[in-house]
């Protein structure tokens, strides 16, 4: 095991930039050792002053940028490096898709084991005013008459950063912050907004409404998830359906971690049934409202749904997962590598999650079909993907 002896805490050093890794930080090497430094670009020459110093890694602090990569940009917004909100406003859009594609691929090979994975397709986004959900935090006044403000958590601490503007905010909530409009509710420090077409949710006030969403409305709640780039879930849901119109339709649907249904709102249709599978009872609620006229059943627990539902194999023509960052559990992956349906639609929030899920359902018999790359968060290091297996 090597160890950084030759080290120290304060160090300063010279060294160019390789890549950016999962979580956005650039790599680089002093004296033949892993370095991480955050705001660097591939290409970057740059000062650094080691920070920390770990058994076979450090960090630094950038210093100074002696010779720049031509994929950086000057960053837009001036809370940049103090917000937390986002980590690659310093890069050009190109490289920043490039850049994720690359932890994409190399996650699944170092993690998952996989060789020869698909080369991801990448689907781009608009690079700001794109977010539709946010969770704001309030800042309390100081002084007399002064008015509450809201902000975002900064970035590696727990102060919270005031805004007044977020070029990545969809217009409306921009707009409302640059009218300082946006008023935490009275019982509460932080809280989420949501908003599209004429839709303007937030926590504490007119929480619940429908939002357009291709041909259609859904009901949600602005206390419970949902996706917060409603363009690129879009370009998902198109994505599935032309999966659907693949799959054995003679045979059920099943929405796993469907939050409010909105897999099942636009696919259960073309199945003879639907199984909507969400732990968050709210969600839940909203998922039964928005599959209205399917033929449909719901369980709360996805390992117990998973324990109790008889031919998995040939019970479904299609399964949607679309599991939090930790992705499945130990016990839902092995399940489903055993005993999962033909067509199987994975959507992660997680490079590293997905790459384990994905290596033990190979091992299972599946095989990675195909691979997309969906930029549901520009100008952060934050990675969503859908893998396609298919036994």
């Excluded at 004296?31 to 740059?46: I, R």
């Excluded at 041909?215 to 409603?230: E, H, K, M, W, Y």
Aim: hydrophobic content about 40%; overall charge positive; glycine content about 10%.
């Amino acid at each position: 095991m090597r160890y950084f002896k030759s080290m120290t805490i304060g160090e300063i050093f010279t060294a160019k930039v390789e890549r950016l890794v999962s979580g956005g930080a650039g790599i680089l090497h002093q004296q033949g050792q892993t370095v991480f430094m955050d705001h660097t670009a591939p290409g970057d020459t740059v000062v650094g002053k080691i920070r920390e110093i770990h058994t076979r890694w450090a960090r630094a602090d950038l210093v100074e940028i002696t010779e720049r990569s031509r994929d950086r940009v000057e960053p837009l917004c001036p809370a940049y490096k103090r917000c937390g909100g986002c980590s690659l406003q310093h890069l050009s859009y190109e490289a920043q898709v490039r850049e994720k594609s690359a932890v994409l691929q190399d996650s699944l090979r170092r993690i998952g084991g996989i060789a020869g994975a698909p080369e991801p397709a990448v689907y781009s986004a608009q690079p700001f005013e794109y977010r539709n959900r946010f969770q704001f935090h309030r800042i309390r006044p100081v002084g007399y008459g002064a008015q509450p403000a809201v902000g975002f958590k900064s970035r590696g601490g727990k102060a919270v950063t005031p805004v007044e503007d977020c070029p990545i905010a969809y217009p409306a909530i921009r707009q409302a912050l640059r009218d300082r409009k946006l008023a935490p509710p009275p019982d509460r420090d932080r809280f989420t907004v949501y908003a599209r077409g004429h839709a303007f949710l937030q926590q504490g006030g007119v929480q619940r409404g429908a939002v357009p969403l291709l041909d259609r409305t859904l009901v949600i709640d602005a206390g419970v998830f949902f996706q917060s780039n409603a363009a690129m879930l879009e370009k998902v849901i198109l994505r599935l359906r032309d999966l659907a119109e693949t799959a054995d339709r003679s045979r059920g649907f099943a929405d796993v971690y469907c939050g409010v249904g909105t897999f099942a709102a636009f696919l259960g249709g073309y199945f003879s049934g639907v199984d909507l599978v969400e732990q968050d009872k709210t969600a839940l609620t909203l998922a039964h409202e928005n599959t209205r006229g399917l033929n449909r059943k719901s369980a709360l627990s996805v390992d117990t749904w998973l324990t109790h539902t008889p031919r998995l194999h040939d019970r479904f023509g299609l399964m949607v997962l679309d599991p939090p960052r930790q992705g499945l559990s130990p016990f839902g992956r092995r399940r489903l590598s055993q005993a999962g349906p033909g067509l199987l639609a994975y959507l992660s929030c997680d490079a590293a999650s997905l790459a384990r899920d994905a290596g033990e359902l190979i091992r299972g018999g599946y095989t990675l079909s195909a691979l997309d790359l969906y930029d549901f968060y520009p100008q952060t290091a934050h990675i969503e993907s859908l893998a396609l297996f298919k036994r």
